[in-house]
């Protein structure tokens, strides 16, 4: 199907997994279906609401806006231990793993609400991992849950292909011309190389739509917040979630800490 020269080789897709990989390295994204039911949905939906009323009344609407965080809720699974079986889903960590590696790690976990005829403070086109350089392998990658169907009526989030690959900010006209809207089923989940340009969408119906942002990265860069210290009572540091949240990649806090035998100290071997 395709014409064959000197050491151009088709990639050959031998499973799912590979079928994202592919579309990672190259487009910058790709969705994976299917990933949580219906009645998973309402729970989960329950919960935003309820968490999302208990923000606004602990730290005020007024205070939210001006820090630019009034659609956002940060850190759900320290309120709530479904977001943190969200965070451990198997199906995306097995993708993860096979991106970032098994010593990845959760940098953030924060819920977006697009509220009907808000703009959105990630309205503006924008990276996750806000650097203003491009890596030969990836650092970080987004797994956006989509809690609601997002389509262009409700505002679904904007993604700019390739340019994750991109060292600087392209013209207006190519954004234009190249940026896509997604069209995701609830339930899915939406991965993206968090270098890859995205915006939020303008919401023009009447309901909130609501998804959930989870960022993975090698273990060397820093949490958003410090999830060893708000887990260290839920978690056990020595299991794979302890790994996962970040109990692995501690920095020692004196030479002291420091210089114990390798297999106590607080940043392990083997996370980079």
Same mark, same amino acid.
């Given at each position: 199907?395709?014409?064959?020269?000197?050491?151009?080789? %088709?990639?050959? &897709?031998?499973?799912?997994?590979?079928?994202?990989?592919?579309? &990672?390295?190259?487009?910058?994204? !790709?969705? #994976?279906?299917?990933?949580?039911?219906?009645?998973?949905?309402?729970?989960?939906?329950?919960?935003? #609401?309820?968490?999302?009323?208990?923000?606004?009344?602990?730290?005020?609407?007024?205070?939210?806006?001006?820090?630019?965080?009034? $659609?956002?809720?940060?850190?759900?699974?320290?309120?709530?231990?479904?977001?943190?079986?969200?965070?451990?889903?198997?199906?995306?960590?097995?993708?993860?793993?096979?991106?970032?590696?098994?010593?990845?790690?959760?940098?953030? %976990?924060? @819920?977006?609400?697009?509220?009907?005829?808000?703009?959105?403070?990630? !309205?503006?086109?924008?990276?996750?991992?806000?650097?203003?350089? #491009?890596? !030969?392998?990836?650092?970080?990658?987004? @797994?956006?849950?989509?809690?609601?169907?997002?389509?262009?009526?409700?505002?679904?989030?904007?993604? &700019?292909?390739? !340019?994750?690959?991109? $060292?600087?900010?392209?013209?207006?006209?190519?954004?234009?011309?190249?940026?896509?809207?997604?069209?995701?089923?609830?339930?899915?989940?939406?991965?993206?190389?968090? &270098?890859?340009?995205?915006?939020?969408?303008?919401?023009?119906?009447?309901?909130?739509?609501?998804?959930?942002?989870?960022?993975?990265?090698?273990?060397?860069?820093? %949490?958003?917040?410090?999830?060893?210290?708000?887990?260290?009572?839920?978690?056990?540091?020595?299991? @794979?979630?302890?790994?996962?949240?970040?109990?692995?990649?501690?920095?020692?806090?004196?030479?002291?800490?420091?210089?114990?035998?390798?297999?106590?100290?607080?940043?392990?071997?083997? %996370?980079?």
């Amino acid at each position: 199907t395709y014409r064959e020269y000197p050491g151009f080789d %088709q990639n050959e &897709l031998d499973s799912d997994i590979a079928h994202h990989l592919e579309n &990672l390295e190259i487009l910058g994204y !790709s969705i #994976v279906p299917n990933v949580i039911s219906a009645a998973e949905l309402a729970e989960i939906t329950g919960l935003l #609401v309820r968490l999302y009323r208990k923000q606004d009344e602990e730290f005020g609407v007024e205070r939210l806006k001006e820090l630019n965080d009034y $659609e956002v809720h940060r850190g759900l699974l320290m309120e709530d231990e479904t977001f943190l079986s969200m965070a451990a889903n198997a199906r995306i960590l097995e993708i993860v793993h096979a991106v970032l590696g098994k010593s990845a790690i959760l940098n953030l %976990q924060n @819920a977006s609400c697009s509220k009907p005829g808000s703009k959105h403070y990630q !309205s503006a086109w924008h990276r996750d991992f806000a650097k203003d350089f #491009v890596a !030969s392998k990836c650092l970080a990658l987004n @797994a956006f849950w989509c809690i609601d169907n997002f389509s262009p009526k409700n505002g679904a989030t904007w993604l &700019l292909p390739y !340019s994750h690959k991109l $060292e600087k900010f392209p013209s207006e006209n190519y954004i234009k011309a190249n940026g896509i809207q997604l069209e995701v089923p609830a339930g899915s989940v939406v991965l993206w190389d968090s &270098l890859l340009l995205h915006q939020a969408g303008f919401n023009h119906t009447e309901k909130p739509r609501f998804g959930i942002n989870h960022m993975y990265t090698r273990p060397f860069i820093k %949490q958003q917040i410090d999830f060893p210290v708000y887990l260290k009572s839920r978690v056990d540091p020595d299991s @794979a979630l302890g790994q996962l949240m970040g109990f692995w990649a501690i920095p020692p806090k004196s030479v002291k800490e420091f210089r114990v035998d390798p297999d106590k100290r607080t940043y392990r071997s083997g %996370q980079g």
